[in-house]
């Protein structure tokens, strides 16, 4: 299994961007996917999450409404669109899978099974 995100760079404070992660060797839609941010000197804290299909998204509060998950299964990638970029949101994005069909209440504390090296966002002040 292989997974490769994409997507970051530097942007300004207010900019957008859009990450995204390619997951190749499994059954895609067979699993949820959610994406981790690692700030400068921080734990890994997920950040989002999307059901098999793309139904259903779960957000914490800290990107809720600035961020959208999306996904093709067709394409086998997952999306996030980052949006209003503030220097907090500098760090490491990953993207991660277990095999499940919806994000469960406990997504942002559960174990994922495959990750990515992750692609690095700077929001500029």
């Known amino acids: 299994v292989q997974v490769v995100e994409s997507g970051g760079g530097l942007v300004e404070t207010g900019g957008s961007l859009r990450l995204s992660c390619v997951i190749s060797?499994?059954?895609?839609?067979?699993?949820?996917l959610t994406w981790f941010h690692q700030a400068p000197g921080k734990e890994r804290e997920a950040s989002s999450c999307?059901?098999?299909?793309?139904?259903?998204?779960e957000y914490t509060e800290s990107v809720e409404g600035r961020f959208i998950i999306s996904r093709d299964n067709a394409k086998k990638t997952m999306y996030l669109t980052l949006n209003s970029l503030k220097p907090e949101d500098t760090g490491m994005y990953y993207c991660?899978?277990?095999?499940?069909?919806?994000?469960?209440?406990?997504?942002?504390?559960?174990?994922?099974?495959?990750w990515g090296q992750g692609t690095r966002v700077t929001v500029s002040s």
């Open positions: 991660a899978a277990v095999r499940d069909d919806y994000c469960t209440t406990s997504w942002t504390k559960r174990e994922y099974t495959y």
């Open positions: 060797g499994l059954r895609f839609d067979d699993y949820v």
């Open positions: 999307i059901s098999w299909s793309g139904s259903v998204a």
